[in-house]
């Protein structure tokens, strides 16, 4: 097992497009860590320049103190998990996962240990004989994890290895994925654009934007105080209302509401425009509309458990989630209060937070 | 579908029938004609039945030879033929493989010329270059030689074409895990694109088989001795125009035997090369 640190990487490719600029991460030892953004945000490119398959352009990364920009991906010490499985189609299940040991000489006992092992874990043990094309979506999954696990490697890399599957097995497959990775320890980097594969799986989470990093760190602090709107915006589901506001002294404006700001940095001007976010979960609707500030329901989202309630207040859209207990009908004027410690401010030119 | 079925069906077997007639029809002639003798062939008056001369015309054919022109048995004339048209079925596969692997997987300076030059002799058959061919398998010294039949006909873009389209249809990621697994270029090549292209060697070699085997004139050119001589050239050989009296029964006979290897080809690993047409399993 090894930490990987990432040291102001950059990637550029032919015609000079600049697919990752200047990126740093470090991985501590065994933690899991997700690289989450939309397609384009250079998060595949950063992950196959750890795994050596794409050459770095400029900076430094190290696996387990060991710089690995001139090593092989054979000899990174890493393996692979991709998105369309990548088994070897003409290849049993058992030759699958023996084929990275045998070509590293490994004696033949060993390797049936190791499958055997793999297998078990991965309770693919019936299917070792088999083809690849014998097996559906989530079998061919976990062959392709048992290739990455036989290897013992310092490090396992997972490209959207979950885009693959139905929506059913995505979410059974992604508690085996943490579950694995817990009990093996291996340091692991994970890329998705999925954000909830991402607030699940991570220890350390890796938001990217246009290749570059918009914040890292623990998923609750990422929820919580994202510090950009980009962040905001794509972690959380439903997404985060964003509203625009004005500020004022001791708080933000929105047309007849004024919202308090908990510790709005120094040195903003009073009046300038500013964008508020609010979690639809975090805003507290009330049946009574004489209650806090007043907002008219379009329509009224089912989700069983929860329910959407799409309004409009000072015209702009707003999503509130409240309890499905509570009965909301189309059409009804409803009052809602913030609390002041669920109010994000940012800056609506650069997107930065301000609070 | 057509709307009257069975009417629709009926007719397309009558087609098809008929289709078949018009084919094996010559077929059946050459077939009789070899079961004959000399004399009820020269007659003109050919029985559509076969006769009793069956064994001793295919036994005099392949051991003993003709009487006049060629006197060469057709056995012989039969392993030149086999093989020429391996060497160069072979031949072809491995050099179009290794030269399709070369153009799809390596980032060298010129590939894609290299690919454009390949594919530009797919303008230039023996039968265009006849002549300078010719002059160089000449001054090596190749004339009557098996690598002289052989050689200058490997060569080929069709079979890097085929083979390059195929590689194309196998996932970047199967080379990436491959690199990761630990296996070279080498490796890679033997481990997994060799086994996922079997198929298509399979159709590549009837393909190629059939073009060897049917060879004319490049070996009508620089075979001279008959013991060189391959069994297209011998049926050639065998109908003489001038002085002699051509001997139908064995020509034709000639002509079945002439048939039979590429019509075993092709039932043998028709299975393969269809498959290796239409469905690339990856």
């Not at chain 2, 009789?32 to 000399?38: G, M, Q, R, Y």
């Not at chain 2, 093989?83 to 072809?92: D, S, T």
């Not at chain 2, 070699?205 to 004139?217: D, S």
């Not at chain 2, 013991?227 to 001997?247: H, P, R």
Request: net charge neutral; glycine share 8%; hydrophobic share 45%.
């Amino acid at each position: 097992m090894a930490a990987v640190k990432i040291d102001n990487i950059r990637k550029v490719y032919a015609g000079n497009v600049e697919a990752v600029k200047g990126v740093s991460v470090d991985i501590p030892d065994g933690s899991f860590c997700v690289l989450v953004g939309p397609s384009g945000c250079g998060k595949s490119t950063l992950l196959r320049m750890v795994a050596g398959l794409e050459t770095i352009t400029s900076g430094e990364c190290s696996i387990g103190g060991r710089v690995v920009n001139e090593v092989g991906p054979a000899d990174r010490d890493i393996a692979m998990v991709f998105q369309n499985y990548a088994l070897y189609p003409h290849m049993s299940v058992y030759d699958n996962m023996a084929y990275g040991l045998r070509n590293r000489k490994t004696p033949e006992v060993e390797i049936r240990a190791r499958v055997a092992e793999a297998a078990k874990i991965l309770a693919i043990e019936p299917f070792l004989q088999r083809s690849p094309r014998q097996l559906s979506g989530g079998q061919r999954q976990r062959v392709a994890m048992g290739r990455a696990i036989v290897r013992k490697p310092q490090v396992f890399l997972f490209d959207e290895p979950l885009s693959n599957l139905d929506a059913k097995l995505r979410v059974q497959m992604r508690v085996e994925i943490k579950r694995l990775q817990r009990a093996l320890g291996v340091t692991s980097i994970y890329v998705t654009h999925d954000q909830v594969e991402a607030m699940t799986l991570s220890d350390q989470l890796v938001v990217m934007n246009g290749g570059q990093i918009e914040q890292v760190g623990v998923p609750t602090e990422i929820y919580r105080r994202p510090q950009t709107t980009f962040v905001a915006g794509f972690i959380g589901s439903p997404p985060m209302n964003m509203l625009k506001a004005r500020l004022e002294r001791g708080g933000v404006r929105i047309g007849g509401m004024v919202l308090p700001v908990l510790g709005l940095k120094p040195g903003q001007a009073e009046g300038s425009e500013v964008t508020v976010g609010l979690r639809p979960e975090d805003i507290v609707a009330f049946a009574a509309s004489d209650q806090g500030h007043r907002m008219a329901v379009d329509f009224v989202e089912e989700l069983g458990a929860t329910r959407l309630l799409h309004g409009s207040f000072e015209s702009q859209t707003v999503v509130v989630q409240v309890a499905g207990s509570q009965g909301f009908a189309d059409g009804s004027q409803i009052g809602f209060s913030v609390p002041a410690e669920a109010v994000h401010v940012f800056d609506t030119g650069t997107g930065v937070r301000l609070n | 579908m057509v709307e009257d079925r069975r009417f629709g069906d009926f007719l397309a077997y009558v087609i098809l029938t008929l289709g078949v007639l018009i084919v094996a029809f010559p077929l059946y002639i050459t077939f009789v004609a070899s079961t004959w003798d000399a004399s009820t062939i020269i007659n003109g008056q050919l029985p559509l039945y076969p006769g009793p001369y069956l064994l001793e015309n295919y036994h005099r054919t392949l051991f003993v030879g003709t009487s006049s022109s060629t006197r060469e048995p057709v056995f012989n004339m039969m392993f030149n033929s086999l093989v020429m048209a391996l060497a160069i079925a072979f031949g072809k596969i491995f050099i179009c493989i290794l030269s399709a692997y070369a153009v799809v997987y390596y980032r060298f300076p010129l590939r894609m010329t290299a690919f454009w030059l390949i594919f530009v002799t797919l303008m230039l058959p023996v039968e265009v270059r006849i002549f300078p061919t010719f002059k160089v398998v000449a001054d090596l010294g190749f004339l009557d030689t098996y690598h002289g039949l052989a050689v200058p006909l490997i060569a080929s873009a069709t079979g890097t074409l085929l083979f390059r389209q195929f590689f194309m249809t196998i996932p970047d990621e199967l080379l990436e895990a491959s690199k990761i697994d630990g296996a070279g270029a080498f490796r890679f090549f033997k481990d997994t694109v060799l086994p996922l292209s079997l198929t298509t060697i399979a159709a590549l070699f009837v393909i190629q088989f059939i073009y060897g085997w049917n060879q004319y004139l490049w070996p009508l050119l620089i075979t001279t001795k008959d013991s060189m001589q391959t069994i297209v050239i011998g049926i050639k050989k065998m109908i003489v125009t001038a002085d002699a009296l051509t001997e139908w029964q064995l020509a034709m006979t000639t002509a079945m035997l002439a048939m039979l290897p590429p019509v075993a080809v092709v039932v043998l690993m028709q299975r393969l090369f269809v498959k290796g047409l239409v469905d690339q399993e990856k």
